[in-house]
């Protein structure tokens, strides 16, 4: 596994990117598209391979980031991923992009929390034992102040989630968040990582959906008036 070729991209949030891992050096870019992420994504992967000097065909498979996350940015990495593996002929591995944000703090007990807007957070936990992530909370989309509590101990905070509800998590994990970080977001490097130990996870390009958890987009105008 240590010697496949991953292509990764991200695109869940206001950032997009992409990274190529071959064996366990890796070639990244990344932008704060905003809601641009069908203009960067295509030119930032041809550069991610062009400089690695990697063709599509070279590719074990491509991964990126399921969700949860921005609705038309899920759809977009999904789209991109099925095509590029429709022609490349490789299968598609999707990863949670809550994972990715656990994988990206370096503990081995995440609870990863992004801003869905509307009041609302997406939050999922994992633990990691012998270097192999185990899912604690699935994710799930929910007010901060009744997130799924967590199992007794310490545990690391990330995502914007805190950025923007930090006292409501904190009151409703009380003194369990030994650290937080609020500044990271879903990137395609730690999608690579995860991707490489979850070959064995890959489906065909035509079965590659994202994981949406929110059917609705956006308030109606009377449910702004009721929840405002």
């Not at 950032?15 to 203009?39: I, W, Y």
């Not at 923007?164 to 879903?186: G, K, M």
């Amino acid at each position: 596994m240590s010697s496949s070729i991953i292509l990764a991209l991200d695109c869940s949030t206001e950032f997009c990117s992409v990274a190529l891992r071959v064996a366990d050096a890796a070639t990244a870019k990344d932008e704060r598209a905003g809601q641009r992420h069908s203009e960067w994504v295509l030119p930032m992967i041809d550069a991610v391979l062009a400089e690695a000097g990697v063709a599509p065909q070279d590719l074990d498979a491509i991964a990126f980031g399921a969700g949860p996350g921005s609705f038309t940015g899920l759809r977009i990495a999904c789209g991109v991923a099925q095509g590029l593996a429709f022609g490349a002929n490789i299968a598609v591995v999707p990863i949670p992009t809550l994972l990715a944000l656990a994988q990206a703090t370096g503990e081995d007990r995440v609870i990863a929390v992004l801003d869905a807007r509307m009041g609302e957070i997406y939050v999922a936990a994992y633990e990691r034992v012998d270097n192999v992530w185990r899912t604690v909370v699935a994710p799930c989309l929910c007010k901060p102040e009744t997130a799924p509590l967590l199992p007794p101990g310490f545990w690391a905070g990330v995502g914007s989630g805190f950025a923007v509800y930090n006292d409501r998590l904190q009151r409703r994990f009380s003194h369990q968040l030994e650290t937080i970080d609020c500044t990271r977001y879903p990137h395609a490097i730690q999608i690579a990582q995860l991707a490489t130990d979850r070959l064995r996870d890959a489906v065909p390009a035509e079965q590659a959906l994202p994981l949406y958890i929110r059917d609705k987009v956006a308030l109606t105008e009377i449910e702004r008036g009721v929840r405002g």
